[in-house]
């Protein structure tokens, strides 16, 4: 079974800020060897995490890791992100939805974020 994987970060008014995690999600699908990496964004940015689970959805995936590319365990990662993926998971019944760890301030970002995948796949 294929995991997708959803690099989801907060979002910017910035366009450019937007574009960086975008550039982020596909060095960690070129560094990983994954084929379904999307980028999703809470607030001020496109897709929604809605948004990119439905396009993984659409192309088959079943099995869902959402990475947050957040520094630390703050409001949205302890309540927002939950709720969120608890109504994604009511709606989409046949879909495996789970996150892994926050960044934590890491400054080897894509190494940080090639290790949660993996570490978040063993499981």
């Known amino acids: 079974m294929t995991t ?3 690099v989801f970060a907060h ?3 910035l366009e450019p800020a937007n574009e960086a995690v975008r ?11 994954f084929a379904t990496v999307e980028t999703a964004f809470l607030e001020l940015g496109e897709p929604s995490l809605e948004g990119a689970v439905e396009a993984l959805v659409a192309r088959g995936v079943h099995d869902i890791l959402v990475v947050p590319y957040f520094l630390t ?4 990662l302890e ?3 939950p709720s969120i993926i608890n109504r994604l998971a009511g709606r989409f019944r046949s879909v495996k939805i789970r996150a892994s760890a926050p960044l934590d301030g890491h400054l080897a970002l894509v190494d940080v974020l090639l290790d949660r995948v993996k570490a978040a796949m063993d499981t």
């Open 79 to 81: 309540r927002d992100l």
């Open 73 to 76: 365990l703050g409001i949205h």
């Open 4 to 6: 997708g994987i959803i």
């Open 11 to 13: 979002g910017s008014r």
């Open 23 to 33: 550039a982020i999600a596909r060095q960690l699908a070129a560094a990983g060897g």
